[in-house]
């Protein structure tokens, strides 16, 4: 009886586990992943775009929408965890121009969704360790200088970060958990 448990249990241990390698493929499964990144409101009516096929390619459009709302499913090439996203007009624009090393030129705040969470990784010349943010708002704002209050650490809740590439201080964003993370 306990080696029947046992090996059930390491079935199960090990279909979660490659459960959550899985990452998305077909343009139906792109679709299904990038449904998951926000509440329906958001993603009813948004257009939902594929990742390049190479580093300053163009998107491919998945499933044209007819709101502000931009969805991609996870990941982009070379990506290891599959973290779709939803972004509004203006937090897509912030983070496509400053990935690409353009100027920002936002207006006013913009607003991301990651209802599937995210892995924050310890960017180069930093020391802490990777850690997974559960599911998350995330607000980008044309003062930077807004968010100087808030930790630079996100094991406690509400924190600020930045883009790839970025300095430390020129590209960030509020993360805003919206529950626990139970991994």
Same mark, same amino acid.
């Given at each position: 009886?306990?080696?029947?448990?046992?090996?059930?249990?390491?079935?199960?241990?090990?279909?979660?586990? *490659? +459960? /959550?390698?899985?990452?998305?493929?077909?343009?139906?499964?792109?679709?299904?992943?990038? @449904? &998951?990144? =926000?509440?329906?409101?958001?993603?009813? *009516? +948004? /257009?939902?775009?594929?990742?390049?096929?190479?580093?300053?390619?163009?998107?491919?459009? @998945? &499933?044209? =929408?007819?709101?502000?709302?931009?969805?991609?499913?996870?990941?982009?090439?070379?990506?290891?965890?599959?973290?779709?996203?939803?972004?509004?007009?203006?937090?897509?624009?912030?983070?496509?121009?400053?990935?690409?090393?353009?100027?920002?030129?936002?207006?006013?705040?913009?607003?991301?969704?990651?209802?599937?969470?995210?892995?924050?990784?310890?960017?180069?010349?930093?020391?802490?360790?990777?850690?997974?943010?559960?599911?998350?708002?995330?607000?980008?704002?044309?003062?930077?200088?807004?968010?100087?209050?808030?930790?630079?650490?996100?094991?406690?809740?509400?924190?600020?970060?930045?883009?790839?590439?970025?300095?430390?201080?020129?590209?960030?964003?509020?993360?805003?958990?919206?529950?626990?993370?139970?991994?």
């Amino acid at each position: 009886m306990k080696l029947a448990v046992f090996c059930l249990l390491s079935t199960l241990i090990v279909s979660a586990q *490659n +459960a /959550t390698q899985h990452l998305p493929s077909t343009d139906a499964e792109k679709i299904t992943d990038a @449904l &998951r990144a =926000g509440p329906n409101f958001i993603t009813d *009516n +948004a /257009t939902i775009l594929d990742w390049p096929a190479q580093k300053g390619g163009e998107f491919r459009v @998945l &499933r044209k =929408g007819t709101s502000e709302w931009t969805c991609l499913p996870g990941p982009p090439p070379g990506a290891m965890h599959d973290e779709p996203g939803c972004f509004d007009k203006v937090f897509f624009q912030w983070a496509l121009d400053g990935l690409a090393g353009r100027p920002q030129h936002i207006d006013r705040l913009g607003i991301a969704y990651m209802y599937t969470g995210a892995f924050v990784p310890n960017w180069p010349g930093e020391t802490k360790p990777e850690f997974h943010v559960g599911p998350h708002i995330m607000i980008v704002t044309p003062h930077a200088d807004d968010l100087q209050g808030f930790s630079r650490e996100g094991w406690n809740g509400t924190y600020v970060t930045h883009l790839p590439g970025d300095n430390h201080t020129d590209l960030l964003f509020l993360v805003i958990p919206v529950q626990p993370d139970h991994q």
